[in-house]
T-cell receptor, first 114, second 113 residues
Framework: DTGVSQNPRHKITKRGQNVTFRCDPISEHNRLYWYRQTLGQGPEFLTY????????KSRLLSDRFSAERPKGSFSTLEIQRTEQGDSAMYLC????????????FGPGTRLTVT | GEDVEQSLFLSVREGDSSVINCTYTDSSSTYLYWYKQEPGAGLQLLTY?????DMKQDQRLTVLLNKKDKHLSLRIADTQTGDSAIYFCADPRGQGNFNKFYFGSGTKLNVKP
């Protein structure tokens, strides 16, 4: 069990560019979550998957954001036409679909949009 | 996030006890969780408590839950400098309670040597 991994750890991009982040959950975990965290705040829920199905999306997830989990294993989060307001830490977490449903977080991807 | 409230800062001396408080709003929460975040890192799960419990102890950590007042606290005994971090409580929401976690803004714990 190597824990949740995320790549890249840091991404600097120019406004208007597209970026894609990857998350590899703990191998037997069938639930995968994406959160966004800005400075001085707690993580905010973006979306979650159960296996390959995306079951809920936050209103924070604008049309420029898309997430996939094609084979129910790793997930990608893409942001199109990035804006400066997208600068944040993007956190991925995974859990089993059973009590106590504790979520294990990856180290995050820090996005800076210049 | 949505009405999970925490005080922002706590400063203690090494060896003292720390108490971090949290209030939440979802009375149907089945479990409540505490996480620790060090600078530049993700969140580390510390402990959780089932809602039919009043207290849970796990080594230096003690969690107290007052469901009537929707108040959760985390006590760290014999606080060490390595405990300096931001601590978040998490309140699960959504169908079946576990689709997403709502986090407070976090309490920054500073441990002075």
């Amino acid at each position: 069990d190597t824990g949740v991994s995320q790549n890249p750890r840091h991404k600097i991009t120019k406004r208007g560019q597209n970026v894609t982040f990857r998350c590899d959950p703990i191998s037997e975990h069938n639930r995968l979550y994406w959160y966004r965290q800005t400075l001085g705040q707690g993580p905010e829920f973006l979306t979650y998957f159960q296996n390959e199905a995306q079951l809920e999306k936050s209103r924070l997830l604008s049309d420029r954001f898309s997430a996939e989990r094609p084979k129910g294993s790793f997930s990608t989060l893409e942001i199109q036409r990035t804006e400066q307001g997208d600068s944040a830490m993007y956190l991925c977490a995974s859990s089993l679909y059973r009590y106590p449903y504790e979520q294990y977080f990856g180290p995050g991807t820090r996005l800076t949009v210049t | 996030g949505e009405d999970v409230e925490q005080s922002l800062f706590l400063s203690v001396r090494e060896g003292d006890s720390s108490v971090i408080n949290c209030t939440y709003t979802d009375s149907s929460s089945t479990y409540l969780y505490w996480y620790k975040q060090e600078p530049g890192a993700g969140l580390q799960l510390l402990t959780y408590i089932f809602s039919n419990m009043d207290m849970k102890q796990d080594q230096r950590l003690t969690v107290l839950l007052n469901k009537k007042d929707k108040h959760l606290s985390l006590r760290i005994a014999d606080t060490q400098t390595g405990d300096s971090a931001i601590y978040f409580c998490a309140d699960p929401r959504g169908q079946g309670n576990f689709n997403k976690f709502y986090f407070g803004s976090g309490t920054k714990l500073n441990v002075k040597p």
